[in-house]
């Protein structure tokens, strides 16, 4: 079973900047491609950024150049740190770990995290 945990979030103004992490734990996965995703309400979420196992990351438009995803390996923990926040940036934020057993390239599927809101205000 795995075990995804959403940290970071809260309230800043425009121009600020927050990190979130993400940690995933499994007994029988050793590594997870991890991915962060938001919704507002009445919308669908969407893809903001995410790292693979092996390290590749990938980002939307709507962040590239001011959001940063990284990785732990030791630890099986991903970072979103986002910089130069707007209004807009306004979500309930979620991560969602996708796990491979060890020594292995099967994947099971993903599993959420529990979500962390981040307001930014103008």
């Known amino acids: 079973q795995v075990r995804v945990v959403e940290s970071g979030g809260g309230s800043v103004q425009a121009g600020g900047s927050l990190t979130l992490s993400c940690a995933a734990s499994g007994a029988t996965y050793c590594t997870f491609d991890i991915n962060w995703y938001r919704q507002v309400p009445g919308k669908e979420r969407e893809f903001v950024s995410g790292v693979t196992a092996d390290g590749r990351t990938t980002a939307s438009d709507s962040v590239k150049g001011r959001f940063t995803v990284s990785q732990d390996r030791e630890k099986n923990t991903a970072y979103l740190k986002m910089n130069s926040l707007k209004p807009e940036d306004t979500a309930m934020y979620y991560c969602?770990?996708?796990?491979?057993?060890?020594?292995?390239?099967?994947?099971?599927?993903?599993?959420w995290g529990q979500g962390t809101q981040v307001t930014v205000s103008s």
């Open positions: 969602k770990a996708d796990p491979y057993f060890c020594g292995t390239t099967i994947r099971d599927p993903g599993v």
